[in-house]
């Protein structure tokens, strides 16, 4: 089980718009802006998408954006296009963990385009 | 091109060592944290540590707490992750990669290919 809770799966439509949630506590997501997404293709290196919640690394498209809320933090993906088709993660830093780790992942969450 | 490129995987008995080394091109190498995290087959991702631009500060995920050595060389443009009793369930692809600040900022924006590392007798 990952300390940070995304869905498995989600899907969507092209042209539509979706939303991965991921939860956490306040010892990590709630308590810090240190959350990063990353979108990762089948035999592909992780490639980041969002970081410190809302910042867009130049050369990712703006219909990825990043949001929070409390202990649960969100990418959204508008204009839904086939090459979105990717697994993606979340992570954030976590202090005083019970794991002792610093940096936390979600379990990942497929998305499909249908 | 910025690349960072890891080497040194392979099969490996359980209780031995293996050392992994990254090498970068293309950055400032020695402005930038660099970290470690690994994939086991078919799995999510998993932090294993990170170290920061002058290797004043180092972290381990508790699962390679006391097990793993993570280390730089600037002069090199290289980061090592040395593995020492090595398990079964370290079995995964390891991937270099490097912080946006020199410090852990956690963002991850360069990742190297990866470097599979097998423990099994």
């Known amino acids: 089980q990952s300390a940070l809770t995304q869905p498995a799966s989600v899907s969507g439509s092209p042209g539509q718009s979706i939303t991965i949630s991921c939860t956490g506590t306040?010892?990590?997501?709630?308590?810090?802006?240190?959350v990063s997404w990353y979108q990762q293709y089948p035999g592909k290196a992780p490639q980041l998408l969002i970081y410190?919640?809302?910042k867009r690394p130049s050369g990712v498209s703006s219909r990825f954006s990043g949001s929070k809320s409390g202990n649960t933090a969100s990418l959204t993906i508008s204009g839904l296009q086939a090459e979105d088709q990717a697994d993606y993660y979340c992570?954030?830093?976590?202090?005083?963990?019970?794991?002792?780790?610093?940096?936390?992942f979600g379990g990942g969450t497929k998305l499909t385009v249908l | 091109e910025v690349q960072l490129v890891e080497s040194g995987g392979g099969l490996v008995q359980p209780g031995r060592s293996l050392r992994l080394s990254c090498v970068a091109s293309g950055f400032t190498f020695q402005h930038y944290a660099m970290h470690w995290v690994r994939q086991a087959p078919g799995k999510g991702l998993e932090w294993v540590s990170s170290i920061t631009w002058s290797s004043g500060s180092t972290s381990y995920a508790g699962s390679v707490q006391g097990r793993f050595i993570i280390s730089r060389d600037n002069a090199k443009n290289s980061l090592y992750l040395q593995m020492s009793s090595l398990r079964a369930e370290d079995t995964a692809l390891y991937y270099c990669a490097k912080d946006k600040v020199g410090g852990f900022g956690f963002a991850f924006d360069v990742w190297g290919p990866g470097t599979m590392v097998t423990v099994s007798s």
């Open positions: 306040s010892r990590d997501v709630g308590g810090y802006n240190y």
């Open positions: 992570s954030s830093y976590c202090n005083s963990c019970p794991s002792s780790s610093s940096l936390l």
């Open positions: 410190d919640v809302t």
